[in-house]
């Protein structure tokens, strides 16, 4: 494993950026070595006060980040592992996560544990696409709860204009790379999603579930 001494050779950790704009920095794994995110993992040890996230960790990512922090939370479902492991203390709004698919879940749930540890409460909404729109519309009473709503979809990506025209909530939309051909690894429920018809949805990249938990936790901050 990479020496805590050499981060400085592929790395700069923004510590101060949670007393700058109250939220910490993440660290993307997908990219780098198992040893160079060893080291990030080494050197935020000594930070137990900033939430630190790493996202899109592969299991050699994990290996790497509890080798260095071994009470570190990973979900393995989410790609993601999170120090310290237990969450803030929950504030400000409800933030609900909604997933299409199963197969849409690793994006959701990173969306919904990024909201959890920035410090909202969260509920997490699966397999409810509008294959089957009576799912959706049986939750429409849980959905109305949420202060922002994340919803994930691949396909065909409509189930965020869904959504959108039965909650007074803003919904931030994200396309996944899950269908066929045609879907072109979530190019087509992007530009589904970037043209719905439904008002108050806003759109994330594609697969980007950090980045919808993040906007929806800030949304849903309290006032």
């Not at 001494?5 to 780098?32: H, M, N, Q, S, V």
């Not at 969260?122 to 294959?131: F, Y």
């Amino acid at each position: 494993m990479t020496d805590v001494g050499d981060l400085a050779a592929f790395a700069e950790l923004d510590l101060g950026r949670t007393a700058r704009r109250g939220y910490p920095e993440a660290i993307y794994c997908e990219g780098k070595t198992p040893s160079q995110v060893g080291a990030i993992a080494a050197a935020v040890r000594g930070r137990p006060d900033i939430v630190t996230l790493f996202t899109r960790a592969s299991a050699a990512h994990a290996e790497a980040v509890l080798a260095a922090l071994p009470d570190a939370r990973h979900d393995a479902d989410g790609a993601l592992l999170a120090w310290p492991p237990t969450p803030p203390v929950a504030t400000g709004g409800l933030v609900t996560v909604v997933a299409a698919g199963t197969s849409d879940l690793r994006v959701a749930r990173e969306a919904e544990l990024t909201a959890r540890y920035l410090g909202r409460p969260t509920e997490l909404v699966v397999d409810v696409g509008v294959a089957g729109l009576h799912r959706i519309l049986a939750r429409v009473a849980d959905l109305r709860r949420a202060r922002a709503i994340v919803v994930v979809a691949g396909m065909d990506g409509a189930l965020p204009s869904v959504v959108a025209g039965l909650v007074s909530a803003p919904v931030v939309a994200v396309p996944t790379s899950v269908g066929y051909g045609a879907a072109f690894g979530g190019l087509a429920p992007l530009l589904t999603m970037l043209n719905a018809c439904a008002p108050g949805v806003a759109v994330v990249n594609i697969d980007n579930g950090y980045g919808a938990g993040h906007l929806a936790a800030q949304i849903a901050a309290p006032a």
